[in-house]
């Protein structure tokens, strides 16, 4: 049942934007270290990144949007108005951006492909 009219309600706890920023971002928070624990734990950790590879193309995706983002502001930059050293910022931040895209690639075709590890 819902609350009455008069009663009070607990407040709702809000994210702050910077941490939902990051959580939207970020995936590496959501997989565990493999290479620490019991042979157990690690076989544990294992099954829990297989278990979690589902949503790395997601994080692929925000991150090749990124990527095409940064590459179109500097070209943008560089065309338009000539900046060239916030262009080339733009370039070097979509080469980072490109290389997460890469690094995520290979960890979900990693886990898609070798089911157990030890």
């Not at 809000?14 to 939207?24: I, V």
Request: net charge positive.
């Amino acid at each position: 049942m819902g609350p009455t009219f008069g009663e009070r309600t607990q407040p709702r706890f809000e994210e702050p934007f910077w941490r939902l920023f990051y959580r939207y971002l970020w995936p590496f928070q959501y997989f565990r270290d493999v290479t620490r624990g019991s042979t157990l734990e690690r076989q544990q950790n294992y099954r829990h990144n297989r278990a979690m590879r589902i949503h790395l193309p997601g994080f692929m995706l925000k991150w090749l949007l990124l990527t095409g983002a940064w590459f179109a502001s500097g070209g943008l930059l560089g065309q338009l108005t000539e900046l060239v050293v916030p262009a080339a910022c733009c370039f070097v931040t979509g080469t980072w951006t490109l290389l997460m895209v890469v690094l995520l690639a290979t960890a979900w075709m990693w886990l898609e492909r070798f089911p157990e590890l030890y």
